[in-house]
Every structure is written in structure tokens, then in C-alpha cells.
DNA sequence: TTGACATGCAACCATCTGGTTGCCTATCAT
DNA sequence: ATGATAGGCAACCAGATGGTTGCATGTCAA
């Protein structure tokens, strides 16, 4: 889960996982056309996103597939972020009760 | 929204966010009640996620009171995590049906 | 088989990050 | 007033991170 939010904090990897989302099954020269980085790094952004399991690779003879897992994200969406989805309701109208109420 | 991922990145201002689910504005002091960090650290963390939005404070007296906010939270799953959910369903049978298939 | 294309590996680098220590300021209670 | 409590500021540090360059390997097509 750790890996997974990691993952997903820099820039460059959401976009290239929406990039994924887009079109899936691309491979590394496809996901590096037109970004503003080498492949090297771009491996390495992938090589990141497949240790947390949001990316599954697959050779095809010198290409390498590479497919969106959204898997995790939507696990983030269930065991993480659904828990403050309560609070979203409550702590607004508390919050403004408090600023109101404490403002000596 | 950039912010925001950075500031769920690390496990420890994850962890101060639950605690602020679990409790809702509580001052700097409780916040470091049982961390294996100094308050300083607790105070960068805490000033993170101010600036992503995730947290309001509230002066009271010497006191800073931190409160809650999960909009954002709301807001990533909303705008980021949705759209991944439809490819949840296609992804993992069309991922499935291309191992298959392309294996050689 | 040989050149071109797709990818892999490793070393290196600057900057960001998470943490520390030391000291200062503000406020409360006695 | 004065000590204790709550917090703020700044400098410093090691290690992680995001990127680079250079070269090696594997595979396809002519």
C-alpha cells in the first residue's frame, strides 16, 4: 500500500499510467514518445509503477508490453479513502462551527 | 492535486491524518503523543499537508489546534481514482486474454 | 550476417526529503 | 514576576529520488 501511494506521487508516473489508461499494451519507446525525458528514466518510472503492482509487463520478442493494473487504485479508493468520506460531511460544518464559536 | 499525492506519499502524515480522523483538532503536543519523532518533525509534516489542504489550524491561545480536511481526499477519489475504475473491470480480462494469446 | 531497433545495466550527479539539534518567543498559572 | 508549557525558526545532515550519460545485449529484417 506504501509502494502504492509512492508510486503515485510523482507527476511523471500518473501520467504515465494515464497514458496507460489511454491506450493499453504500449510499449517503453511508445510511452517515452514526446515526454520530456530519456528512456532510462522512463524505465525507471515504470520499473517503480511495476514494483507496485500498477503496471504488468510482458515480453513480445524485443518489446515490452506494458499493461495498467488498476487493481491498487482502486484498492485505495476502498480501504483508504472511502474512511474519510464520512468525516467529509461532518468536519466542514464543525469546522465552521469552531471558527465561529472560538473566535475571542 | 499534485500537493496532495506528495503529502499521502509518506506514511507518516498518513498516520496523522487518521489520527485526526480517530480525533478531530488536536493540538501539536497530542500529535506527537507516542511518535518516534521529535516535534519538529511532526510540525514539517503537519505544515505538508497544511499547504496541500488536508489539514486546517486554528490558534487558540498557545495552543494550535489541527483539524481535518478530506476534500481533497474526497477530491482524488472523485477526479483521479474514479476514472480508473472502469478499466478495473476491462483490464484484468483483457490482460488475461492477451497472456494467452501472445504467449508463443 | 549485419545493421537497425528495442531494451537493459551501471555509474554518476544535483536536488529534495525527513529527520535532527539548538535556541527563541509567546502564553498560561501560581 | 517567573517558571513551566506550547509552539516557531534556522541550520545542518544522511539518504532517497529523479534524472543523466555511456555502453552492452537481444532481436528483427534485409
Given at each position: 500500500m506504501?509502494?502504492?501511494?509512492?508510486?503515485?506521487a510523482d507527476p511523471s508516473r500518473r501520467s504515465l499510467l494515464d497514458?496507460?489508461?489511454a491506450r493499453n499494451?504500449?510499449?517503453l519507446s511508445?510511452?517515452?514518445?514526446?515526454?520530456a525525458m530519456t528512456r532510462q528514466?522512463?524505465?525507471?518510472h515504470l520499473?517503480?509503477?511495476e514494483e507496485a503492482n500498477l503496471v504488468s509487463t510482458l515480453r513480445h520478442g524485443r518489446e515490452k508490453?506494458?499493461?495498467l493494473n488498476p487493481v491498487p487504485i482502486h484498492q485505495i479508493g476502498e480501504r483508504w479513502i472511502r474512511k474519510f468520506e464520512r468525516a467529509k460531511l461532518?468536519?466542514?460544518s464543525e469546522l465552521k462551527r469552531r471558527l465561529e464559536a472560538d473566535e475571542t
Open positions: 506504501d509502494e502504492v501511494f509512492k508510486a503515485l497514458r496507460l489508461h499494451g504500449q510499449t511508445e510511452l517515452c514518445d514526446g515526454l528514466a522512463v524505465t525507471k520499473a517503480i509503477l508490453l506494458h499493461y461532518v468536519a466542514l
